[in-house]
């Protein structure tokens, strides 16, 4: 078992910046991370996702915007956000696979993640 929280979210104009934060309970080192995102009214979809020292992985819209970086020793994982649009307002959630998951680390689906965190608020106006 992971516990996740989020923190960082807020509102901001149109071509601002935020950095979110996600801490863990437990040992990220070699596990699959993902931020997520859902608005109103939309399924939930992949933002990024980092494993081990491996590359971050990111959703096509994210078009360079954002970078997804983790501090092992803190457990905590990031999530910056540049040049943030309206269409980026959305609850964004942290999410991890368990240990002994074998399935693909990928923003493709949630499906594979197995922890979530509660949740953070960006609203971005234009």
């Known amino acids: 078992q992971v516990q996740l929280a989020e923190s960082g979210g807020g509102s901001v104009q149109a071509g601002g910046s935020l950095t979110l934060s996600c801490v863990a309970s437990?040992?990220?080192?070699?596990?699959?991370m993902g931020w997520f995102r859902q608005a109103p009214g939309k399924e939930r979809e992949g933002v990024a996702t980092?494993?081990?020292?491996?590359?971050?992985a990111y959703a096509d819209f994210v078009a360079g915007r954002f970078t997804s970086s983790k501090d092992n020793a803190k457990k905590t994982l990031y999530l910056q956000m540049n040049s943030l649009k309206p269409e980026d307002t959305a609850t964004y959630y942290c999410?991890?696979?368990?240990?002994?998951?074998?399935?693909?680390?990928?923003?493709?689906?949630?499906?594979?993640?197995?922890?979530w965190g509660q949740g953070t608020q960006v609203t971005v106006s234009s």
């Open positions: 999410a991890a696979h368990s240990m002994s998951s074998r399935r693909p680390c990928t923003v493709d689906t949630s499906d594979n993640f197995d922890y």
């Open positions: 980092i494993e081990g020292y491996e590359r971050p």
């Open positions: 437990g040992y990220i080192g070699n596990r699959c």
